[in-house]
Each structure stands twice: as C-alpha cells, then as structure tokens.
C-alpha cells in the first residue's frame, strides 16, 4: 500500500507547545538569552545526573563539541588520528579541521565499529589519539582500545552522537576515554533543537573548552586564549530541559516499537541486524537493517522503491567519509573492504518515537513483498 502522506527516516521529539511556551516565559522578564544563563547551567546540571557523569560542558551543536574537543588537547598540527570512516561526516572534518590527519581504520561487520584488532597496525610516530564513533548506539570494544591507548600513550575521544544515555558496565557512556561528544541535534534521541555536549575525563580540561566556546573571555578586560562562539543559547536550553523531562518515556515507546520492528524485519530472508554488547543498555535511536550483498534487487534499489511509495530511508552511511574528495589523499593507502560493504548494504530505516504501528506494518510489508 502506498503510504499517503511521506514518511521520513525521523521525526524531531518536541515537548507539548504549552510546555515550552510556559518554560521560555522567563525569558521576557530577564532578557538573559545566551551567556551560560541559568537555563544553560540547569541543564548542565541535569545532564550530569542524568548521564551519569561528573562534569559536562554544553556547546552549540555536536559538531563543535567534537571540533572543539580535540583542539582542547593541543596535538602538533599534522598529527595522525585514528578513526572510522563509517560516519557521519562531522566525525573526519572535526579532525581535519583542527590541521590533524584522520588515518582510517577499517570496521567490525558485526556492530558497525571501529576494528580494535587493526588500530596498532595503524599507529605510526604521528599518532596522536584514537577517534570511535558508537555508531547508531552500538558501544566500542571500549577495554581494548583503551588498553592500545594506554600502551602507546594515545587519547582516546569518542564521537557519542548516537549513543545518549546509553550505560556500558552500568556507567555512563561518558565516563569512558579521555572525551567524549554527544550531539543534541532535532534528529537525535535527545535534541536541544541544535546542541552538543563534551565531557572529559581530566576535569580541568573543562576551564579550556570553556575558553575555546566563549572568545577565550575570562573577564571583562582579560583575554585567556583565542577562543571561538559555540555557546549553546537558552531557548536551546529550555527545550533540552522539557525534553529530559520527557526522555523516559520516550526511550520506552522507542524500545517497544523498536522490538516489534525487529520481530518482524527479521522475519524477512537475506535481512539481518547489527549485534550490540550485552553490557550495554539501548537508546533504540536508529533501526538500521543490513541487507546480503548476493540479494537481488540490491539495498539502492529497495532505498528507491520505498521512496517511491512515500517511504523515505536514509544510506547512512554511504559513501563512507573516507571516499568523499576532501579525503582522497589521506585515505589512499586505507584498506577498508568491511567498511566498503557495509556501506553498501545498510539502510535506517524510518523509526521515531512517534511511528505508528501500522506504519511499521506497512514498510515492512512493503520490504518483504519487494524482496520476495
Ligand atoms: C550528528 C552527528 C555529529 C554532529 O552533531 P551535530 O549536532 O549535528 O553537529 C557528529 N558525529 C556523528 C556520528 C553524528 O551522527
């Protein structure tokens, strides 16, 4: 059946419009819109406790986050990092950049993840850090690649975009390497419309995000270093903070549509998923299915026959970072083959906190009898 109205690949979390609007009210009487306002610091405030972290720092998007991040830690410029090309783009053009070399590792079939076992082949005199991304929530072998850190004295900063809330060992997310970034952009989990957070093991590495977001500004008439804007403002704020008020639930909508989805994609031949760590909790943030490769018709061709009956999936992601032109020459001498096939057999599928369950019904169909 042809779906009459489109169904995108998400659907932004928005707090009812009377609770916003009675939240952002204050705003009239203080005029205090940005400047780490007292929105800001609640939801600073919150966030530690929600994710289970001692400290965080809100910037603008995740992008900064991630971008700001590593400038925090001062690498020589022309440093090598090691990271995945399995991304989104914001991953590699953080560490570019910031004049760093992304060095790209090849992926784990399985999860999706950077492959622990070929980072050390990859580390070179340049090497300076570690760059994981969780991708779609799926957590990093975080002990290995922590021990390979240790033992050649690298960073590690993982790219959390994906991964809010998720608890690994029954911490959160943020607790693991020397940073980690999340992002609160309207198409993640959490969104503060556009938002982003970093949280760093070390925890005077936050006085120098707070340079870096602020101008470098100290005080009035002292100028610490030469900082950027990427202060987050407090209508982003305010929106962060009615949409925690609601998270709970809305992880538990996503979790219950989420194991009716996959009871009935995996139904489905020649359609599997990708594998999480059993000490892991889920955020359910993407249902991304991965199709075999020896399957005719191909995932392009599925992709363009649910856009044409009104079913709007996402490549993600296709192409890997690695073979866009602006990382042609660091990626010559990478061999990527899992990443490459990866890459050309996913699909994220439409899934939202929001999704009806005859519209689950209704793509899946869709799939089985295209596939069929
Ligand atoms: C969304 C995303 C980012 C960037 O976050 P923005 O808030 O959109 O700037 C970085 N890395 C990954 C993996 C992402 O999905």
């Known amino acids: 059946m042809i779906s009459d109205k489109k169904i995108l690949v998400t659907k932004s979390s928005m707090p009812d419009y009377e609770e916003y609007i009675e939240a952002i009210r204050p705003l009239w009487d203080s005029h205090w819109l940005t400047n780490m306002g007292e929105y800001h610091n609640q939801l600073e405030n919150r966030l530690c406790e929600y994710l289970d972290v001692p400290q965080i720092s809100l910037v603008v998007n995740g992008h900064m986050a991630l971008e700001l991040a590593i400038q925090a830690f001062d690498f020589p410029k022309g440093s090598e990092i090691i990271t995945t090309p399995f991304t989104f783009i914001s991953t590699t053009h953080a560490i570019a950049r910031n004049d760093l070399i992304p060095v790209f590792c090849d992926i784990d079939s399985n999860t999706g993840n950077i492959d622990f076992n070929q980072i050390e082949s990859l580390i070179t005199d340049k090497t300076v850090a570690i760059l994981p991304v969780h991708v779609y929530g799926n957590v990093c072998n975080i002990e290995a690649i922590d021990a390979i850190a240790k033992k050649h004295n690298l960073k590690v900063i993982y790219d959390a975009a994906h991964a809010f809330g998720i608890k690994y060992n029954n911490r959160g997310i943020g607790n693991y390497g020397d940073a980690t970034i999340f992002s609160f952009h309207a198409t993640k989990v959490f969104n503060t419309i556009e938002g982003g957070a970093v949280v760093f093991a070390n925890p005077q590495m936050h006085e120098k995000l707070y340079n870096l977001k602020n101008f470098g500004i100290r005080g009035e008439e002292e100028v610490a270093e030469i900082g950027a804007n990427a202060k987050m403002n407090e209508f982003c704020a305010i929106m962060g903070l ?131």
């Open 242 to 372: 009615c949409n925690l008020n609601h998270i709970d639930q809305v992880l538990a909508t996503r979790r219950e549509k989420w194991d009716y989805y996959r009871k009935l994609i995996l139904a489905i031949p020649g359609i599997s998923m990708l594998s999480y760590d059993d000490n892991q909790t889920m955020n359910y943030s993407y249902f991304t299915i991965v199709l075999d490769n020896n399957q005719v018709p191909d995932r392009d061709s599925l992709y363009d026959y649910l856009k044409d009956n009104n079913i709007y999936s996402r490549k993600y992601f296709y192409p890997l970072t690695s073979d866009y032109d602006c990382y042609h020459k660091e990626a010559r001498n990478s061999k990527l083959p899992v990443a490459k096939e990866l890459s050309s057999s996913v699909l994220v599928l439409p899934f939202y906190e929001e999704i009806e369950y005859a519209q689950i019904d209704n793509i899946v169909a869709l799939i089985a009898d295209y596939l069929s």
